[in-house]
């Protein structure tokens, strides 16, 4: 269980720092203008927390989840991706406590 924190908080520091470098390049507001996108982040969560017993499966998703970030950044834009990662920790937040806590 300890492994698994510590691999769970390497990859969410590395999740938030994608995070934070994507909203530094342009102006995103703290509402969720890019509904679709909020949605998809929501949908991505859900699919987290479906593996989430399942350590390896759960460090993939995750890393996807990454992935999927710097690409809506790049193409979509910074508001987009930050639509989606709140649509993603909404959703974990609200569904799942446990990972929750673990992660953010």
């Not at 989430?52 to 993939?60: N, P």
């Amino acid at each position: 269980m300890k492994l698994r924190n510590t691999l769970l908080s390497i990859i969410f520091a590395t999740f938030a720092s994608v995070v934070v470098g994507c909203g530094a390049k342009g102006n995103v507001s703290p509402d969720v203008k890019d509904r679709k996108a909020y949605s998809l982040g929501r949908e991505h969560a859900r699919r987290v927390i479906a593996v989430s017993d399942d350590e390896a499966a759960l460090q993939d998703a995750l890393l996807d989840v990454r992935a999927r970030i710097t690409n809506i950044n790049d193409r979509l834009g910074p508001q987009a991706s930050a639509d989606y990662e709140r649509g993603f920790v909404d959703c974990i937040t609200e569904e799942e406590d446990s990972l929750a806590k673990v992660l953010f």
